[in-house]
């Protein structure tokens, strides 16, 4: 089973950016997804972008689409979210998160490997 790694969290202005990192190790992710969850304090957990390891195919949350970004650097093993653009509801903790799959979804309970989570506080 492949073990994931968040970074990159901090603290942000509003209109500022930061980039996560999601390192995997102990496994491959070939025939992967990988995909960015957030959850914010009495929140459910939410999704926000998901990547085809192979084929590169992308998908967003209404809400972050034009300011985040997720790619993958597939020699290195990681995954980043770029977040421009930042918001006070963007404020949450982000989770890395992969599965084996041919479809790019969306559904939590889909996902089998997990990350810690990384903080992201944005002010006004």
């Known amino acids: 089973q492949v073990q994931l790694v968040e970074s990159g969290g901090g603290l942000a202005q509003a209109g500022d950016s930061l980039r996560l990192s999601c390192a995997a190790s102990g496994g491959t992710l070939s025939d992967s997804i990988v995909a960015w969850f957030r959850q914010a304090q009495g929140k459910e957990r939410e999704f926000v972008a998901v990547?085809?390891?192979?084929?590169?195919?992308?998908k967003y949350e209404d809400s972050v689409k034009g300011r985040f970004t997720i790619s993958a650097d597939n020699a290195r093993n990681l995954v980043y979210l770029q977040m421009n653009s930042l918001k006070p509801e963007d404020t949450a903790t982000y989770y890395c998160?992969?599965?084996?799959?041919?479809?790019?979804?969306?559904?939590?309970?889909?996902?089998?490997?997990w990350g810690q989570g990384t903080q992201v506080t944005v002010s006004s």
């Open positions: 990547i085809s390891w192979n084929g590169g195919t992308t």
């Open positions: 998160a992969a599965t084996i799959g041919a479809f790019l979804s969306k559904r939590s309970e889909n996902f089998g490997s």
